[in-house]
């Protein structure tokens, strides 16, 4: 099935247009990196399939839901707040700088969106919480706080948090960048885990071993467009178009 | 006199500065969010308004402000008032000018809270109300604690300002009591009540703050 779709999007910043005409499928348990040099649009790319941008033309549809079509002038359209609010559910999104929410302990950084939003007993929640923070090696951290924790287990507190609402898709926008490089194969290595979960991820990744290993698709992007895209055998050991091979020639591979 | 009647008269003055920093507060406080709101509208008219409001408490003493809105009514609209609107003209001059430092305060805490907050929050599906009220709002407090402790303590002292328009409170009793007792007995009794008061007041505050200090 497909769990995500989208239709040439396309994104401006005032006089700055920086998507152009993108589409791209993610099937269910498909894990999808996306590579490109800094500015190509890989943020803005996923902050609009996120909705934390508005786009300017362009469909979105999560599990054959429309949350954006093309209206009868080309603009896209968004669904209404209601039908939003529940597509919404299907996906969530880690951050480069995880965005924990400091005043909430480790467990309900992970838990309060269970128990406001859904309305889940506080029992109920913490059971997944507790769950999700075995998972991540930090059942110990439990009472903590994000200050007191390491940027790579602060970016483990943000996958779970991401992770109770049960998302259909994870969004990731490079997800080690902010941490130390001895912090960095934690993270990566938890996200290894989920795909071999078969969790339907979207990775945007300076990580390029960690791509080729992880990614069932790799996508290149630049200057707003996907300049190049296939299977990591292809795309990143064996590129064929001139940009793509510029940009991972700075890559050791 | 005897000290029992003086110390009656400043306690009574004690008491009037209490309710003065009591009531300025309960309205202030609560006032100024509407205000640092109004200020922070996308609505051109009301943001304009507001600013101009908040930079004339600021710009002007508040002796004059309360000067205004005792004599006001009267002078611009020939309205006579009791007796009993002294009291009234000073708790509504001190919320209005504190309401306007108060939401300076807030709208700095507000605006210094990282955009990438409202977006967890959203990604997470909170509702916008949700996101001030429990991820915003409890941040907000912790960072504008120590500005508003300053203005708490320069409230303490702004209340003996009421004394201009002849509210009994603490400074227009002692002075009233120096004057006919020769005596400045008065102004020292009044200055350790001020003293204490501000010492009370900065110690609730710093058991607030601490009481903040479990997360950074
Ligand atoms: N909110 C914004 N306003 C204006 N320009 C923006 C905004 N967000 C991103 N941009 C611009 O869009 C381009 C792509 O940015 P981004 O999507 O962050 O790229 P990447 O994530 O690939 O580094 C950059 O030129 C950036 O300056
Ligand atoms: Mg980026």
Known sequence: ?253 | MEWSVMLRELAEGMLTSVEIFTLTLLFSLPLGLLVAFGRMSKNFLLRNIIKIYISIMRGTPLMLQLMVVYFGPYYIFGIRLPQSYRFTAVIISFVINYAAYFAEIYRAGIESIPLGQYEAAKVLGYSNAQTFVRIILPQVIKRILPPVTNEVITLIKDTSLAFVIAVSEMFTQARAIASAQRSVAPYVAAGIFYYIFNYVVAAVMEWFEKKMSYFR
């Open chain 1, 1 to 253: 099935m497909k769990y995500l779709e989208i239709r040439n999007l396309r994104k401006s910043f005032g006089n700055l247009t920086v998507i152009k005409d993108i589409s791209l499928t993610v099937e269910e348990g498909q894990v999808v990196a996306i590579i490109g040099p800094s500015g190509s649009g890989k943020s803005t790319l996923l902050r609009c399939a996120t909705m934390l941008e508005t786009m300017d033309a362009g469909e979105l549809i999560y599990l054959g839901e429309y949350a954006v079509r093309t209206g009868p002038d080309g603009k896209a359209v968004y669904a209404s707040p209601k039908d939003l609010k529940r597509i919404q559910r299907y996906y969530s999104l880690v951050f480069q700088d995880f965005n924990l929410f400091p005043h909430f302990s480790v467990i309900k950084n992970v838990t309060d969106a269970l128990i406001t939003i859904q309305k889940m007993s506080k029992e109920e929640a913490l059971a997944i919480g507790r769950d999700l923070l075995r998972k991540m090696s930090l059942s110990d951290k439990e009472n903590a706080y994000p200050y007191q924790l390491s940027g790579g287990q602060q970016q483990r507190v943000s996958i779970a948090r991401a992770l109770a609402l049960s998302p259909k898709v994870l969004f990731f926008d490079e997800p080690t960048s902010a941490l130390d490089p001895e912090l960095t194969g934690e993270i990566l290595k938890v996200i290894r885990d989920l795909a071999a979960e078969r969790m339907t991820m979207v990775i945007v990744t300076h990580e390029m071993s960690f791509a080729r290993d992880v990614a069932d698709h790799v996508i290149f992007m630049d200057g707003g467009v996907i300049v190049e895209e296939g299977p990591p055998e292809a795309v990143i050991n064996n590129p064929q178009n001139e940009r793509t091979q510029a940009f991972l020639s700075r890559f050791e591979r």
